[in-house]
Each structure stands twice: as C-alpha cells, then as structure tokens.
C-alpha cells in the first residue's frame, strides 16, 4: 500500500480542488438520447393527463355512461338462421 504524497508534491492547481473532496474522483455519465426520450415521454404523459383534465371539465368530472340497452346484433344472427336454408360455420 502506498503512502499519500503531501500537498506540495502535487502541485498548486491539483493539489487544491482534491484535497478538499476526499476518495476517488469519478466523472458523472453524460446524458444520451435515450434520457432526451424519457423527457419526451414524461412531457407526453403530462400533456395527455392536463388534457385528459380539460375533457372531463366539460363534462363537470362525471363519469356515469347512460346507454340504451338494445340487442340488434343478436336479433339480426337469429332471424338470419332462421330463414336461411345454409348452415353457418365458424372458420378461424
């Protein structure tokens, strides 16, 4: 194991901005453009959820759907098998 040089071994300018932070100097990773792309999709899901916001306060925040209960499409597959002389088949 190595012994620390002293302060004035290391020169001025280096000696100064090391001495003050201890351990191991180690540069942060630049950003690439996958953290642009992160960015992209938060301001995405914000614009989304302010517009989403905006949609409902026309409606005053209620949710409850009103639809009229018909069943046009079963009646119609009833009446056409009844009446047909082909037997239906289901190819998937």
């Known amino acids: 194991m190595s012994r620390p040089r002293s302060a004035a ?3 001025a300018s280096g000696g100064a901005r090391a001495a003050g932070r201890p351990g ?8 690439d453009i996958f953290v642009a792309l992160l960015g992209v ?3 995405a899901m914000v614009l989304g959820c302010l517009l989403l916001v905006l949609i409902l306060q026309r409606y005053e925040f209620t949710t409850k759907a009103a639809a009229l ?3 046009p499409a079963n009646t119609t597959l009833v009446a056409l ?5 082909h037997s239906f088949s289901v190819r998937l």
């Open 69 to 71: 209960f018909t069943q």
């Open 24 to 31: 191991v100097f180690v540069q942060s990773p630049r950003s």
């Open 81 to 85: 098998s009844e009446n047909s002389e």
């Open 9 to 11: 071994a290391r020169g």
């Open 41 to 43: 999709a938060l301001g």
